[in-house]
């Protein structure tokens, strides 16, 4: 597969046939040497090719500078269909439906913290359920939980676990309205019911950082970061149980209608069907009811960590100054419009693994950030460095408005295991004053630090293709795995 560099930070794969399949826009890979040799090992290109064959696609498909293997879409992959024709795919999402970060400020800073890290941890690890299989810490119905995803953090807001405040700084203010939740299966409610408000497993991470580096002083002000070594807290989890379940359930009904309707494609994870049917609006409502119940999720969570925070510091929320700056999310589909070619079209943007980060001024945006661009948050590992960005009017052109999700893996979950041992990852951590509090060693060690990208050098291709802007970047000082 010839892979062409057409400018800095910029390759393409030009469209060809592929197993009989015509690729019918090319394929652009965000990446500097570094990152394009650490993508070329593993089936991202070839994955992203694929995409590249679907009906509908418009403009090219995008490999992001964190992009790696994943199902049938690579993960840090970004494609745009037209939403009235073209192929709606659910591995273009992926199964842990609205992954996502968010970050909170406050005004304490790391002297505040440093010498309570390891209580503060102890207590939001027993405060939230984390770990393979968690379950939360409410009861909840069926009623309510189908009350939560058909109206997303609207729920959170009247059940006291949200600030109004909090919605407006969340993407889609935290509710895809197209949820249905009576097209939702049984088998998913009932896996959904007692995770909500947990943290889950694998990645997904609670984090207290310190302010590092910051790059944009004005920026950084406006959206509560003042100085170095302030502290903030991040959460990284998704849909849980109840997403992945979606997603099974969505690729059985879109394989059999695949038959019906006469689709074949290069792979068989990239199983699709055309937007106008209803297969296709059905997974849509279904995505919909998973993505509220993400956002619900990362909302209780923060509820809980809020709460730690002030049984701690004997201050409330508004004395800490403990506000949501942003809340994105990084495994979505949405219809947007966009222009190609000068004209303005509607398209079904898959974003797997990918951050939206529109520009300034866009309407997608809250109001007190239209001067700025939309926040784009891209986390580290637990080892090294997250980012706080803000999205630029380049990445609308290059990107359909997306940004790398975080560092991107390079070694397989079981691979780290074996070459990373759980004791030294915590020594080294420890070493550099990071604490760590997780569900088990065996996570410790498939999320060793060494098993991603340089998280430093994935955001520094999408600054200097002028698809986001640094603002700040955070280390960690201790960390929940779950």
């Given at each position: 597969?010839?892979?062409?560099?057409?400018?800095?930070?910029?390759?393409?794969?030009?469209?060809?046939?592929?197993?009989?399949?015509?690729?019918?826009?090319?394929?652009?890979?965000?990446?500097?040497?570094?990152?394009?040799?650490?993508?070329?090992?593993?089936?991202?290109?070839?994955?992203?090719?694929?995409?590249?064959?679907l009906k509908g696609i418009r403009k090219h498909a995008i490999a992001l500078s964190d992009a790696h293997q994943g199902y049938g879409f690579c993960i840090g992959g970004v494609a745009g269909t037209d939403a009235s024709d073209g192929m709606v795919s659910p591995g273009g999402v992926g199964y842990d439906i609205n992954c996502g970060v968010r970050l909170l400020r406050t005004n304490l800073y790391e002297s505040d913290v440093r010498k309570i890290i390891p209580d503060l941890l102890n207590s939001i690890y027993r405060n939230i359920p984390s770990g393979l299989g968690s379950e939360g810490k409410i009861n909840i119905n069926y009623t309510d939980l189908e009350n939560l995803v058909d109206n997303g953090l609207n729920w959170a807001l009247e059940n006291g676990y949200a600030l109004e405040k909090d919605l407006e700084h969340c993407e889609e203010n935290g509710f895809l309205k197209d949820a249905d939740s009576s097209l939702v299966s049984k088998k998913a409610k009932q896996r959904g019911l007692g995770q909500v408000g947990s943290l889950g497993s694998g990645n997904h991470f609670l984090e207290i950082q310190k302010v590092d580096k910051i790059y944009n002083k004005d920026i950084a002000k406006k959206l509560g970061i003042h100085e170095e070594k302030q502290v903030t807290v991040m959460v990284h989890t998704g849909s849980r149980a109840f997403g992945h379940q979606v997603c099974t359930d969505s690729l059985r009904m879109v394989e059999r209608a695949m038959n019906k309707y006469g689709i074949k494609v290069p792979d068989r994870e990239l199983a699709c069907v055309p937007a106008d049917t209803k297969?296709?609006?059905?997974?849509?409502?279904?995505?919909?009811?998973?993505?509220?119940?993400?956002?619900?999720?990362?909302?209780?969570?923060?509820?809980?960590?809020?709460?730690?925070?002030?049984?701690?510091?004997?201050?409330?929320?508004?004395?800490?100054?403990?506000?949501?700056?942003?809340?994105?999310?990084?495994?979505?589909?949405?219809?947007?419009?966009?222009?190609?070619?000068?004209?303005?079209?509607?398209?079904?943007?898959?974003r797997k693994g990918a951050t939206r980060a529109f520009p300034p001024n866009h309407p997608e945006i809250p109001q007190d950030y239209k001067s700025i661009g939309q926040p784009a948050l891209i986390p580290g590992t637990m080892g090294s460095a997250s980012y706080l960005c803000v999205g630029k009017q380049k990445a609308m052109d290059l990107s359909f408005g997306s940004t790398a999700h975080g560092a991107g893996r390079v070694m397989s979950r079981r691979a780290a295991d074996r070459k990373y041992p759980a004791r030294n990852v915590m020594d080294d951590l420890e070493s550099k004053g990071i604490y760590i509090k997780a569900a088990s060693m065996k996570v410790i060690a498939e999320e060793a630090p060494g098993a991603y990208k340089d998280v430093d050098a994935v955001v520094q291709v999408s600054h200097d293709l002028g698809i986001v802007e640094k603002v700040a970047r955070f280390v960690p000082i201790g960390v929940v795995k779950g």
């Amino acid at each position: 597969m010839k892979v062409e560099k057409i400018d800095d930070n910029i390759y393409e794969i030009s469209p060809h046939k592929k197993n009989n399949f015509d690729m019918k826009v090319p394929v652009h890979i965000y990446a500097n040497d570094y990152i394009l040799n650490k993508i070329k090992q593993d089936r991202t290109l070839d994955q992203i090719s694929n995409v590249a064959t679907l009906k509908g696609i418009r403009k090219h498909a995008i490999a992001l500078s964190d992009a790696h293997q994943g199902y049938g879409f690579c993960i840090g992959g970004v494609a745009g269909t037209d939403a009235s024709d073209g192929m709606v795919s659910p591995g273009g999402v992926g199964y842990d439906i609205n992954c996502g970060v968010r970050l909170l400020r406050t005004n304490l800073y790391e002297s505040d913290v440093r010498k309570i890290i390891p209580d503060l941890l102890n207590s939001i690890y027993r405060n939230i359920p984390s770990g393979l299989g968690s379950e939360g810490k409410i009861n909840i119905n069926y009623t309510d939980l189908e009350n939560l995803v058909d109206n997303g953090l609207n729920w959170a807001l009247e059940n006291g676990y949200a600030l109004e405040k909090d919605l407006e700084h969340c993407e889609e203010n935290g509710f895809l309205k197209d949820a249905d939740s009576s097209l939702v299966s049984k088998k998913a409610k009932q896996r959904g019911l007692g995770q909500v408000g947990s943290l889950g497993s694998g990645n997904h991470f609670l984090e207290i950082q310190k302010v590092d580096k910051i790059y944009n002083k004005d920026i950084a002000k406006k959206l509560g970061i003042h100085e170095e070594k302030q502290v903030t807290v991040m959460v990284h989890t998704g849909s849980r149980a109840f997403g992945h379940q979606v997603c099974t359930d969505s690729l059985r009904m879109v394989e059999r209608a695949m038959n019906k309707y006469g689709i074949k494609v290069p792979d068989r994870e990239l199983a699709c069907v055309p937007a106008d049917t209803k297969e296709a609006q059905n997974y849509l409502s279904q995505m919909a009811c998973a993505a509220n119940f993400g956002f619900n999720n990362r909302q209780l969570i923060t509820h809980w960590i809020r709460e730690v925070f002030e049984n701690f510091f004997k201050k409330d929320v508004d004395e800490l100054d403990m506000n949501l700056i942003y809340g994105v999310c990084h495994n979505i589909l949405k219809k947007e419009e966009h222009q190609i070619n000068g004209k303005k079209v509607k398209l079904n943007i898959h974003r797997k693994g990918a951050t939206r980060a529109f520009p300034p001024n866009h309407p997608e945006i809250p109001q007190d950030y239209k001067s700025i661009g939309q926040p784009a948050l891209i986390p580290g590992t637990m080892g090294s460095a997250s980012y706080l960005c803000v999205g630029k009017q380049k990445a609308m052109d290059l990107s359909f408005g997306s940004t790398a999700h975080g560092a991107g893996r390079v070694m397989s979950r079981r691979a780290a295991d074996r070459k990373y041992p759980a004791r030294n990852v915590m020594d080294d951590l420890e070493s550099k004053g990071i604490y760590i509090k997780a569900a088990s060693m065996k996570v410790i060690a498939e999320e060793a630090p060494g098993a991603y990208k340089d998280v430093d050098a994935v955001v520094q291709v999408s600054h200097d293709l002028g698809i986001v802007e640094k603002v700040a970047r955070f280390v960690p000082i201790g960390v929940v795995k779950g």
